[in-house]
């Protein structure tokens, strides 16, 4: 009997967010899980952002939780460029921000402000670098538009400079905040940013809805990667793949490595669907917006099981227009079994705010089974821990149940499901525990497959430690 090639996964968390562990299920399904609007948190009240505060990226930093963003200057202030500077704030618990006065920049003849960078590429995401062969003067790094891009560094987040004085990328359109990071997998820099899918690159431009035509410069709003080894010199950018589902405007990504899995990308990218404008007195654009979640395990082919919303507008009628709602980039675990991430509301009106939204730490998507039970089988693997650690959650009634099997789909000796312990109640680090214990020493290293029994449970991750 022939079998799939067991993946070594070490110690790595696997989540659920596509099918690929699922070898063969009964009574179970995926379920997307939508995030809680919570408080606002940052609004436009200093003259250099009161037009709107926007692009934020957040970051826990040596302890400190920091936030850089766009900053919209008051409509009022008279300036001889493009109205918008980089700013930045910090936060000792990820709800409370403050504003610091930094005293580098002058500004309506006044140096006491939060404004980090007024300089080309001032849309930028900024990041911390881990690559072990930076100098001092680039620990952080960012990526601005403003029109092309531009290649940032920082020795503290606060003082920033060219690389170079000549974009590193000018192939726009990059009329949206471009996201880069250092890929802890691929031992380099990756960049996405704004692009065009189009008929002459094979794209038929029809939505869920029906046809949307050919509104941004002849094709689809969409989104593209690049590569880097020294943040200066850049691959040709690639449209990212989403297989066979429709096509439609994607417009900013949000893409995060996630920290928890890191064999895992995720973009939330705010969705355009420019054919349908609820308020007929809106004269900005046409349009509405929601949020859309996918994922990807190699950062260019990205899985869109889910084409519902992840973040949707709304009973707050003033986010129903045009880029009404988006996520921020970064997500930041401010307890241990939540994860709080950030995103604007009211975009283009005088209440536009940054709101945190949470969501269980790994709950993106469960595999889920009711009351009347269900299982699944993944498919083979190695791994090299020794207890396996289940992120889940039942009912007062439910239980998880797990077997350890060969690839023959036999139970291992003292490792069945009628050995296992039943598991329930709620826990993002749960271990699994058998009749011979919750070692896994004499199992750890050989090619297994796991068989899941759920009743009125839900499974986000596992993994073995």
């Known amino acids: 009997m022939a079998h799939a090639t067991p993946l070594n996964i070490g110690t790595d968390r696997q989540l659920f967010v596509d099918d690929f562990w699922i070898a063969d299920s009964r009574g179970t399904k995926r379920i997307l899980h939508k995030p809680t609007p919570r408080e606002v948190v940052l609004e436009g009240d200093r003259p250099w952002d009161r037009g709107s505060i926007s692009c934020v990226s957040f970051m826990l930093d040596d302890g400190r939780y920091r936030a850089w963003y766009r900053a919209d200057h008051d409509p009022g202030m008279v300036l001889k460029r493009s109205g918008h500077d980089s700013a930045y704030a910090e936060s000792d618990d990820g709800l409370h921000w403050e504003k610091p006065n930094l005293g580098l920049f002058n500004i309506n003849g006044s140096t006491q402000n939060n404004l980090v960078w007024m300089g080309p590429g001032r849309n930028m995401v900024p990041f911390k670098d881990p690559n072990p062969d930076i100098c001092d ?35 726009g359109p990059f009329d949206t905040i471009p996201v880069a990071f250092w890929d802890v997998r691929r031992k380099e820099y990756v960049a996405y940013t704004r692009g065009v899918a189009n008929v002459d690159q094979g794209v038929d431009p029809l939505s869920i809805e029906g046809e949307i035509g050919h509104e941004f410069k002849g094709g689809v709003r969409w989104i593209r990667r690049s590569t880097s080894k020294d943040f200066v010199n850049w691959t040709p950018l690639e449209l990212i793949n989403t297989g066979d589902t429709p096509f439609e405007h994607l417009y900013t990504n949000a893409c995060v490595q996630y920290e928890r899995a890191s064999g895992y990308y995720l973009i939330f990218s705010m969705r355009y669907v420019i054919h349908r404008s609820p308020d007929p007195d809106w004269t900005y654009s046409p349009g509405v917006c929601d949020v859309v979640f996918m994922s990807s395990r190699d950062g260019i082919n990205f899985d869109r099981s889910f084409m519902e919303a992840f973040v949707t507008p709304g009973l707050d009628q003033n986010n129903w227009h045009d880029r009404g709602v988006s996520l921020h980039h970064g997500i930041l675990h401010l307890t241990p079994e939540e994860m709080s991430m950030y995103g604007n509301e009211n975009t283009h009106l005088p209440t536009q705010r940054t709101r945190r939204y949470t969501l269980r730490t790994d709950g993106f998507v469960s595999v889920n089974a009711g009351f009347q039970g269900g299982e699944f089988v993944t498919r083979p693997m190695v791994f090299s821990g020794k207890e396996l650690e289940l992120n889940y959650s039942t009912s007062a009634v439910g239980s998880v149940r797990v077997e350890v099997q060969d690839l023959d789909g036999k139970a291992l000796p003292g490792y069945g499901l009628d050995d296992c312990t039943e598991k329930f109640g709620d826990e993002v680090e749960g271990i699994m525990n058998w009749s011979v214990g919750h070692k896994l020493s004499s199992v750890t290293g050989k090619p297994v497959q796991l068989r899941f029994a759920l009743n009125d449970a839900d499974i986000y991750a596992f993994r073995f430690r």
């Open 137 to 171: 003067e680039e620990i952080y790094k960012a990526l601005g538009t403003d029109k092309n891009l531009y290649a940032l560094a920082s020795p503290d987040g606060v003082h920033w400079h060219l690389m170079q004085d000549v974009p590193v990328m000018t192939d």
